[in-house]
T-cell receptor, first 114, second 114 residues
């Protein structure tokens, strides 16, 4: 069975600084997808970024980028130029190929301070 | 804009009551999901539906059932609510695409069983 581990329950960062959230996963699959979702306080969960395992290039979306290390089964999220609106719970998630079901980690609560 | 709505933001029920949580999506998505979110445990899949009247158990289906009579609506039923079902319940939907498409989440229902 696949598992997703987020070892940092809480993190904080000052506005405009860079922060990296860690995620590791365990799978015997070769083809899969990885995701970072963001859940702001009292607001709906939204997708931040997505990575296909067959792609070597790391995904980027504006200030958000990932460091995908397939051999190490590591998928960290880097947030550059942190903004107050980045304050949220961040979930790493895994999806096996040919399914539509996500397996989530336990989440990292990120607080951005002014 | 994809919209996923849930019938209640907050709900308080008594032990033994039958509870219905409703979810509606407006984007003609094939897939719909019910998750339970608990601190330190992340999101866990309760049930998944990939078509009308079709359902699949997730990781924690015990004590829950679901109904999908129409494509846009997916209901979660607690046949006899218990205090250990106090939690945040999130509904999500997605197109069917074997990992191609993101899941869109509703705002959540915080259920308290007393």
């Amino acid at each position: 069975a696949q598992t997703v581990t987020q070892s940092q329950p809480e993190m904080s960062v000052q506005e405009a600084e860079t922060v990296t959230l860690s995620c590791t996963y365990d799978t015997s699959e070769n083809n899969y997808y990885l995701f970072w979702y963001k859940q702001p306080p009292s607001r709906q969960m939204i997708l931040v970024i997505r990575q296909e395992a067959y792609k070597q290039q790391n995904a980027t979306e504006n200030r958000f980028s990932v460091n995908f290390q397939k051999a190490a089964k590591s998928f960290s999220l880097k947030i550059s130029d942190s903004q107050l609106g980045d304050t949220a719970m961040y979930f790493c998630a895994f999806m096996k190929q040919n399914t539509d079901k996500l397996i989530f980690g336990t989440g990292t609560r990120l607080q951005v301070f002014p | 804009d994809v919209k996923v709505t849930q019938s209640s933001r907050y709900l308080v029920k008594r032990t033994g009551e039958k509870v219905f949580l409703e979810c509606v999506q407006d984007m003609d998505h094939e897939n719909m999901f019910w998750y339970r979110q608990d601190p330190g445990l992340g999101l866990r899949l309760i049930y998944f539906s990939y078509d009308v009247k079709m359902k699949e158990k997730g990781d924690i289906p015990e004590g829950y059932s679901v109904s999908r009579e129409k494509k846009e609506r997916f209901s979660l039923i607690l046949e006899s609510a218990s205090t250990n079902q106090t939690s945040m319940y999130l509904c999500a939907s997605s197109l069917s695409g074997r990992g191609t498409y993101e899941q869109y989440f509703g705002p959540g229902t915080r259920l308290t069983v007393t």
